[in-house]
Every structure is written in structure tokens, then in C-alpha cells.
């Protein structure tokens, strides 16, 4: 198949703010790849059937109907003469999976509804139309959430989910033909309505930036099925949602505009195994704007400096989607994009497939140590609202424990819960923990995070809408000690493999998967036989280098508890900053280089030779947009950016090795703690935390003076080896 000629423009207008890394077209190969991911991403699940996609036409026509009824009535009740009555009008639009045309079979239906000034959010839409809404029959599990940065009205027509958010525009009459893209929208409009708007004009943007719909639609479907599959689909855990995988995917369409899905797929781990982050990911220029509202702009919002992986909106006010990301999650992210570079080079040699690509992550089998946080409450409202407020928080409790142990502890988040079968009001979610690669046991010592945690848990308890019966507990357990509700059915496998560091994101082509679509936080635990010499060999290592933790301090519980109940520990010890070395001021390459070679190098309807492509891919990196010099001036604004190596590390001649490795160490630079972050790690053995020998539930203490009353301990001791008494659950 040939080149498709397209010249990296639509209407006239280059699309994205550079030129693409090449405009070759595909090849055979790419054909057939394509039609196979296809049909692999097809026997997933992923697609709906045409019945489906009708109805769901059909939920929108009747939702439009009944805003339209409710903006009439409302106007009405406004005391407005009949003749504006009949001219009130209120529309909808869609936006999130639906809109870009990448949902799956049970997913939601973004809505917007956007009506007249006289419709206000508080009264009408969430008083009169709620009303309505409770009314129709064929609507179920209302859920208003009024208080909400976005507020939103969850509930399902039909049977299918809806997320409703408003805008009400200064406009008295909103003509069916609306165009919600242009920026004179926003003018007047409150912040609600602003935020509310951002996600279909963000959404509408995003189409209208990319060159190939269909390629970007079908690159979209595999890099979310991939991420959900790994473990790294998920916004509020601090890796990435759908809005952030739908940039990052149409940044590639940019850059490749002639490109299959195979290929897109390929170079979108290519490119962001070697994206040096903190450059952010824009698909256009951030606007100025003329209306005065806050856009991303790290030179002058203090807070932007510290986000680590900016992945910019590109609808006036752009903002940067992934500020949840911390340096936890990155490090885990980029580890990720490296195992499906890997994947999809080993493809083209003809050792790598599809399905190795999509092999789940085995966050049960990664680590030996976690930490499992339950919570409880007594009614199914309650525990919604609980398990929404405790999940927004854990990407905090992941900085603390980072911050608080000079980040020689490295935390995992799972993304998504896991509930107690046996109890429907209990849920807990896990976090991996790992001493960080090169900190020797030594080195390590003790390490005391009662306080995190208390700083944890106060920060829970203070949840505005707290009801007796919602609680929580903290408790360090070990990889065997697993409740068996983690496991796919309820199933412990009888025999754990552990998974060496390596072997954890390395593509593993002896374990077969079943491609459920649709659970992403499903991990495949694969029951297989451990070789017995290097059974031995851990048991030793567990023996010589067994830390402690402890997890509360002696104190009875008060019966809720999952976890392993131990002998109360001796004394804790707090770990002495010294001799830690964050080496978070290593290189970022300060030169603005000269991008790409010129359109006419790029070969027409073949592909560019792959070094070509990795140079100029590796230029891209090296001077990506104007940032690099944004830096600069950061640099001088800020006398806490510490850039040391700025400008006197690799440029646009070194090779790709030598990009990826300065993709692991360039990272800003920050005196915040929030923000603060380390080297990346990339290659080479991440140590993990050895077995901690204590481990005692937590007592409960979320609310108020529960939680001050009962501080957990948690101590990380790497030298000392008292003796476990824990027992699985
Ligand atoms: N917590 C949030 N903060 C900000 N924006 C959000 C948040 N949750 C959702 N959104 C916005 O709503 C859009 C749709 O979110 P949603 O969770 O429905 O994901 P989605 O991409 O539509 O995927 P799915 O197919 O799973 O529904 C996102 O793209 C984003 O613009
Ligand atoms: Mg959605
Ligand atoms: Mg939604």
C-alpha cells in the first residue's frame, strides 16, 4: 500500500506545533498488523454491537427531549412570557469515550447540557431537573453530585450510564446550532460552567487536530486496552485517564500522520520511552486568551513547575490533564512504555505479538510486601461516597510515604478496589512497596511512618461527609498474606510465583492470558512452579536481610481487620536522612535543537529508514517546542531550580541509548515536597523491600479523636530479624 500524501496539514493548517517525525506511509507489513490488532482488539470485546450503538443514540435523543421539557418549565416558573417560553431551549452534547468514538460496550455516555442564563445550576438543574429526572421510570440510580470541582448528575437511561454536567451560558436562547469551540462561550460564564464546558471542547479539539480519525480511534482503542491491561489506566491513582491517553495518542498521530494503528502504536512507545519529561505533551499552542483565565504556564503559576508529566489541553484555557501524576507513577509508567517499546521491536523481528503486548501486569506477584488500606461503611450510598473520597486520597498517602522516607521506599498504587465478597461494605485497595533500586539494606536501617500514616488517615477523617460506619484501616501485609478476594474469583492460586524485577515488565510469552476486556483492574495471577534452587536462594536473602514493620503499637483493634495480628514490635526508630542521595538535579539538555529534517526528506509512500526516524524522533525529544528555553527562564526566575548539568548533556547527536537514559534522569527539578521526585529508574534491578517480619492491624482510627487517639506505627527495619508470627487470612 502506498503513501496516503498526506503532508502533515488539514484545511491548510499544520497540524501540531512541529513538523512530523516522518510522513511515510505503510508498508505491507503494516497492513496486515493492522488488520490483526484490529481483529485482536475486536475478540477483546471492546467494540459494541450496532444494537448497542443504536440505543445509545436513542438514551441521547431521549435525554435531549427531557432538558428540552425542563428548560420550557423552568422559564415558565422565571415568569417568562409565552413566547420566550417556546423559545427557551437547551441542548446536549457528548463528550469523554463516546465522543471520540472509543467506548467500550458498558461504558458511560459523557453528556454535556448546556442552557440559557435564566437556568441556573443550583435550583434548576440540580433541583427541578433532578426532580424530573427521579420521576421519568426510566431512569435509575440517580446520583446528583452537586459539590463536586465538576459537579454532575450520574444516573442511567435506559440502562445506560450517564454523566450529566451543566453550563449555563449568558445567552437567553440557546440556537440548536450552537458552537460550543469558540472561546467567546466562556465569556460571563462561572467556573463551574467553564470546567463543565472544558471536556467537549477539549474532546472536539482533540478530533480536529488529528490528521487520520480512524487511525487516531483505533490507536486510542489499543493504548487504553493496553493500559488498563497494565496497571497504569487510572487518573485519580496518578497514572493516566482517558482525556490523557487521548492526547498523549494524538500527539503520535501528529507526528506520524500517514501512519497505521500498528505503527502509531509502535512509535507511541518509541517516542515516550525517550519523551523527557518534564516537556510537556501539546498538541497546539497554549492561547493566551483574552479572557483572563488561568492557563498552564509554569513560569508563572508556582505550581505547574512542579508537574512531572504535562500533557496540556488544547481548547482555551489549556491546562495540563495530568497533575496527579507523581514521581511514583511515572517511574511505573515509563517502565511500562519501555516493556512495549520492547514488545513491539521484538514484533517486527517476528518475536513479539499482540497478545504479549497486552499481557496483564501481576501486581500480586511483583512485590512481596504490601500495604492494604480497607474501608468500611454501612449502606451502599455511604460506601460509594466513602470509596470516592478514601480513592482520591491514596495518591497522597503514596507522596507522603516517599517524602517521608527520603523516597528510599518506592509505593505502587493498584489502581481500582477490591471487594470483600463476603462483604459488600468492605472494599480494600493495595499498594506495592519496594525499597528503592541501589539502597542496600544498610543503608536502609529503620524506618518509622507512623506519622505518614496518622497524617493519612487525619486527612481521610476529615471528610466533610463522613458518617458513623465509614472507617478505614492501614495494615503492612505480606505477598502470601493476600486476602484471596484480589485474586481473579475469589481463588487464591495455591503456589505464588514471585516475579523477579526483572521479569515484572519484561514481556513474558510462557503465560497464556485471558483478554477480559473491560477489567482493567483485574491482574492475571498465574499459578506456575517455582524453581526450587531459586526458592532456596530467597528463603536465604528473606533470612539475611528481613526488615520489620510494624504496624500499629500494641493497641487491641476493634474488629475490623484484614491483615496478619503479630506481637507488638520494639521501640521504633526513626531513619536519619543522610547519606540519601535524591538525585533529582541530573541533567536536562538546555539546547534548543533544530527540529526534524524537512518535509521533503521524508520519504514519500515508504517508510524513512528506522535510524532516521530514531534521530529525528530523538531531536524532537531533545528540543521539544519552545520549553526547553521556557526552562531556562525558569531557571533564572527560580533560584530552586537546580538544573546543574543544564545544557551539558546529550544533544541532537547522541543516539538513542543515550536519549533513553537521559529520559530516566531528566526530571524537574523541585525544593517542594509535594512535587519533589527522584531519578527515574529504567534498567537494572530494583530491589524489593524484604519480608517485614511484624504486621498488626491498625486499630481504627479515621475520624477525628479516633485517629488521635491511635497512632499506627509503621517501621521499616532492614537490619533487625525478629521473627514473624503472622498467619494468612
Ligand atoms: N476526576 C475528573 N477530573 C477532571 N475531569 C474528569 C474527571 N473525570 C472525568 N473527567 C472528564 O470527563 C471525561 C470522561 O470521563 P470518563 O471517566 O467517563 O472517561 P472516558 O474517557 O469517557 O472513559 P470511559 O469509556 O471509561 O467512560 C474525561 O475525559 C475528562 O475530560
Ligand atoms: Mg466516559
Ligand atoms: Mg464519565
Redesign the pocket.
Known sequence: MGSQGFNGQKNGKRLGITDPISLGGPSEYDVIKTKELEEFLAGAGLYETHEEAIRREEVLGRLDQIVKVWVKKVSRARGLNEQLVQEANAKIFT????RLGV??PG??I?TLCVGPRHADRDEDFFGELKKMLLETPDVTELHPVPDAH?PVMRFKLYGVSI?LLYARLSLWVIPDDLDISQDSILQNADDKTVRSLN?CR?TDQILSLVPNIQNFRTTLRCMRFWAKRRGVYS??AGFL???NWALLVARICQLYPNALPNMLVSRFFRVYTQWRWPNPVMLCAIEEGSLGLQIWDPRKNPKDKFHLMPIITPAYPSMNSSYNVSASTLRIMTEEFKRGHNVCEAMVLNNGSWLELFEPYRFFEAYKNYLQIDIVAECDEDMMNWKGWVESRIRYLVLKIERDTFKLLQCHPHPGDFLDRSNPFHCSYFLGLQRKEGVSVNEAKKFDIRLTVDEFKGNVGSYTSWKPGMDINVTHIKRKDLPAYVFPGGIRPTRLARVSVEERRAPDTSVASSLDAGTSTDVNVVDGPVDDSRKRKREEDDELTAPKLLVNDGLPTNGFSVGVPTVAPEGTNVIAPEGVSVNDLVGRSGAKTEILYQNDEAISGQLVSGETEKLATEKLMSGEYEFVQQLEELEELDGSIQDKNLGGTAKENDMESSAIKEVTSSVPISNNTTGACSGLQVNGSLEELEAFELDVPLPMATHATAAAQRKPIIRFNFTSLAKATGNST
Open positions: 463528550f469523554g469515550s463516546y467506548h467500550g461504558a458511560d459523557d465538576v454523566d471536556g477539549v487518573n485519580v485517564g482517558g482525556i
